[in-house]
């Protein structure tokens, strides 16, 4: 079974500043695939970025990238420019690849509040 | 092209009573999974179906159902409601299981159970 932890419960950063949210995970597998998923207080899951584990190129959205360290299993979202539209809880997700399904495992999330 | 609904929104229910949500997935997409979420336990995946089959069921118990339709819509269905099932259950959408297929979700239907 994979585990997810973000250490981080909460974190809080000032407008237009860079902050760096924490992922491990814990797998077996050698293909998976990870996740960023941003839910603001609507709650609605908004997915922020994606990584294949296959892939050494870290994946980047505009000013959310990641740092993907394979063998640390380590999986670090950074946000540059921070704006107050960004205050929102962040879960790390993983997913296996294989065709047994769609299932992702979520850690325990980060909230991050974005100060004016 | 419209996102993933879920009906209804909000509801309140007793102790005992069942109750079914509805999610209408992204057009083109043909898995569906279901994820419940609490403060206490956090996000849980509840099961998964495509094509009208179920492919993936997380650790819940048999009170907790669901099934699709061939035109991709889903619905779960909780019976004998217990406290503990207070929650926002979410739905997630995506074209096909498996090979990392992102998943698109719902806005949720958060149910209280009194």
């Known amino acids: 079974a994979q585990t997810v932890t973000q250490s981080q419960p909460e974190m809080s950063v000032q407008e237009a500043e860079t902050v760096t949210l924490s992922c491990t995970y814990d797998?077996?597998?050698?293909?998976?695939?990870l996740f960023w998923y941003k839910q603001p207080p609507s709650r609605q899951m908004i997915l922020v970025i994606r990584?294949?584990?296959?892939?050494?190129q870290n994946a980047t959205e505009n000013r959310f990238s990641v740092n993907f360290q394979k063998a640390a299993k380590s999986f670090s979202l950074k946000i540059s420019d921070s704006q107050l539209g960004d205050t929102a809880m962040y879960f790390c997700a993983f997913m296996k690849h294989d065709n047994a399904g769609n299932m992702l495992t979520f850690g325990g999330g980060t909230r991050l509040m974005v100060k004016p | 092209k419209a996102g993933v609904t879920q009906t209804p929104r909000y509801l309140i229910k007793t102790r005992g009573q069942q109750v079914t949500l509805s999610c209408s997935p992204i057009?083109?997409?043909?898995?569906v999974s279901w994820y419940q979420q609490t403060p206490g336990q956090g996000l849980q995946f509840l099961f998964e179906y495509f094509s009208e089959t179920q492919r993936n069921k997380g650790n819940f118990p048999g009170r907790f159902s669901g099934r699709q339709f061939s035109n991709s819509r889903s619905e779960m269905n909780v019976s004998t409601l217990e406290l503990g099932d207070s929650a926002l259950y979410l739905c997630?959408?995506?074209?096909?299981?498996?090979?990392?297929?992102?998943?698109?979700f719902g806005p949720g239907t958060r149910l209280l159970v009194l």
């Open positions: 997630a959408s995506s074209h096909y299981r498996g090979l990392g297929e992102t998943q698109y």
């Open positions: 057009s083109g997409h043909r898995s």
């Open positions: 797998t077996s597998e050698n293909n998976y695939y």
């Open positions: 990584q294949e584990a296959y892939k050494q």
